[in-house]
């Protein structure tokens, strides 16, 4: 079922998202967190242990972020009049993530010196897992490109809205510690 998910989501993204389990979702972010992990270690020269500590900090970061996705696109699409329930919408985000895993050779590109490979790998990748992601979006949920649109955007804008918030909020501690 995994090979599946990977190859549905890659290469032929018009049938999926296909009805996944738990487990396979979680196996998707495993996958993306180690593929994620190893290009930067190796940069890092972290060795083994450091390369394993960055692929479990990763994989933590990467299931809170699903599940924290999952449930604001899930209530966004209820609120567009979506029809899709919480389960299908966790397995179209971890399925649209996929192609995240061709941002490693991008990754090691640039640690290789090929700044502008890395630069246009990230910039495609991530535009595609956008578009699978409004896609999947309208498939689960029987809503209008439109609608699917407006809520991924939403949670885009609520995303740096959250970010515009704690630069703030941190920008106003660090005047007040400077100032006692």
């Known amino acids: 079922m995994l090979l599946d998910s990977l190859w549905s989501s890659l290469f032929r993204p018009g ?7 738990g487990a396979v979702g979680v ?11 190893l290009p930067d270690a190796g940069r890092l020269q ?38 899709g329930t919480v389960q299908a919408t966790l397995g179209a985000i971890a399925q649209a993530c996929w192609p995240l895993i061709l941002v490693a050779p991008g990754v090691a590109a640039g640690n ?3 700044i502008e490979i890395r630069s246009l790998t990230s910039i495609a990748v991530y ?40 630069l703030v909020a941190t920008g106003i501690f ?4 400077a100032t006692t």
């Open 46 to 83: 972290t060795g083994l242990f450091g390369a394993v500590g960055l692929a479990v900090v990763l994989f933590g970061l990467c299931l809170a972020g699903w599940f924290w996705t999952s449930s604001a696109i899930a209530l966004l699409a209820k609120l567009a009049g979506g029809r």
């Open 127 to 166: 535009v595609w897992v956008a578009v699978l992601l409004v896609a999947f979006i309208r498939r689960v949920h029987g809503l209008s490109w439109s609608r699917s649109l407006g809520a991924w955007l939403a949670l885009v804008g609520a995303g740096a809205l959250t970010v515009a918030i704690g």
């Open 174 to 177: 660090a005047v007040v510690l």
């Open 112 to 114: 290789a010196g090929l």
């Open 27 to 37: 196996g998707i972010f495993a996958i993306l967190a180690l593929s994620l992990a």
């Open 15 to 21: 049938e999926g998202p296909l009805e996944i389990e």
